[in-house]
């Protein structure tokens, strides 16, 4: 018997299968069952993927259907099977019975609550936010709208609110919480869904962590608008003091909250970090990396003469604002483990992980270009420019890529390296001096050229 006894069913990649049921993974999972095959249904109403068990060293096969709420769980399951192909082979048999089923044939009855969808508008189109009606109508974005699209069925709505805000003024920092659990599924977690505050508790086979996130938004209330800087000297204020003063308040925020998230039984014992995005303004994150490095460290590098300097900084000041550096040497900040930030985490990256993973238009054609790391190099550790076809058959990204772990040298419970792995990893030294522990390849920064093809215009590099 061959696949083209199978016409109905077809082998799905491993990082599609991830991203329309990936959610459903247990962590414990994986340390008895290597999964080795994934499959779909012609229109992926049912999901399939073939075992290794890493004990008996036989095979297995589990089929997926979509719930009530529309999530693929387990609906037939087999195991000790002596070879792969058989379990490949009664796996696709019982997908083909399983896709003639009705939908109802797929349900648990444990759950009456209506599949979770981000995009079906709970207000009037004039409160929608400029970027969210960007994701839901142009076919640029697709790649993006439709691997959220498959996510959200999968997100827990904890504090009641996440779909309105999502829709209007809160677009960016919900985005932003979207990535962090696109990142943490992908490295291995399990999120407690039961737990409201904070966003993120998470159990994985490394170990257990928990995660606040948190954003630098535009200024309200009719302050005025972010600086926009020409001048060397107006860039170099902007960068060193008016952004980490942004950043500053974003974490402070969290560190001074009235009931302090780690008092907890459950949270007091496990690592506990703060995850900040900075969407003050257009392309702000750009910045972020080097500005949040300096005020949580509290320390700055420099070229003078060809030598580095390291100078340590009591301050930041931007016109009458002022704030404290050095946020790890604050009142009460051992209780932050370490602080997580990624310039990469925007809508642009979920367009380039849903391309990467089938979803969308086939037209999109997307160019990423911008500097990595280049300590790792033969040729030397100066930085280096990329240029990548995210359309291209060779394209590879993660989740993690981009995302840098600072951590704080005064904590109460250190984090290992290892539960975040992929990522880059800064340690401060007590020379004030900064190692990195790096991934093999780390973007700095970088945008993406947007275009459909058989159309003239490209869209300016957004990140």
């Known amino acids: 018997m061959t696949a083209t006894d199978h016409p109905q069913t077809v082998p799905l990649p491993r990082r599609r299968f991830d991203a329309l049921a990936g959610y459903t993974r247990q962590p414990f999972i994986l340390l008895v069952a290597e999964e080795i095959e994934w499959h779909a249904s012609s229109d992926e109403r049912v999901l399939g993927v073939v075992t290794r068990d890493r004990i008996d060293h036989d095979f297995g096969w589990v089929a997926l259907g979509r719930d009530e709420q529309q999530r693929f769980r387990a609906v037939a399951v087999n195991a000790s099977l002596l070879t792969a192909h058989a379990a490949s082979q009664q796996l696709l048999e019982r997908m083909d019975a399983l896709a003639a089923a009705p939908d109802t044939e797929f349900h648990q009855g444990d759950s009456e609550r209506a599949p979770v969808d981000f995009f079906t508008p709970l207000v009037p189109a004039e409160r929608l936010h400029p970027t969210f009606k960007i994701l839901t109508s142009e076919e640029r974005y697709s790649p993006a709208r439709d691997l959220i699209a498959a996510m959200m069925r999968f997100h827990e709505d904890a504090d009641g609110n996440f779909i ?77 003091d008016y952004v980490p003063i942004k950043i500053a308040r974003a974490l402070t925020r969290k560190l001074n909250k009235t009931s302090p998230y780690w008092d907890t039984e459950e949270l007091r014992e496990i690592p506990f970090l703060l995850a900040v995005q900075d969407f003050h303004g257009l392309g702000s994150m750009r910045m972020i990396v080097p500005a949040t490095t300096e005020y949580v460290f509290g320390v700055r590098h420099s070229l003078v003469n060809g030598r580095r300097k390291i100078e340590r900084i009591t301050e930041h000041r931007f016109g009458r604002s002022v704030e404290a550096s050095g946020f790890f040497f604050l009142p009460g900040a051992e209780n932050i483990s370490a602080v997580i930030v990624n310039p990469q985490g925007t809508i642009t990256k979920f367009n380039r992980m849903g391309h990467l993973a089938g979803f969308g238009s086939r037209r999109v054609r997307m160019v990423r270009t911008g500097m990595r790391r280049g300590e790792l190099d033969d040729d030397g550790p100066t930085p280096k420019p990329f240029a990548h076809a995210v359309h291209a058959p060779d394209y590879d990204e993660s989740w993690v890529e981009g995302m840098v772990v600072l951590h704080n040298p005064n904590a109460r419970v250190p984090l290992d390296p290892a539960l975040i792995p992929g990522a880059n990893h800064e340690l401060l030294q007590v020379d004030g001096g900064i190692m990195s522990l790096l991934p093999e390849f780390h973007p700095y920064f970088s945008q993406t050229a947007i275009a459909i093809e058989g159309e003239d215009d490209m869209q300016a590099p957004a990140e």
């Open 164 to 240: 309105e805000q999502f829709q209007t003024t809160g677009f960016d920092p919900r985005l932003w919480e979207l990535y962090l659990f696109a990142t943490f599924n992908e490295l291995g977690y399990a999120r407690d869904s039961a737990v409201a505050v904070p966003d993120f508790v998470l159990t994985g086979l490394p170990g257990q962590l928990a995660i606040e996130a948190t954003t630098a938004n535009p200024p309200g209330g009719g302050a005025p608008p972010p600086p926009n800087p020409t001048t060397p000297d107006e860039f170099k204020a902007y960068l060193q």
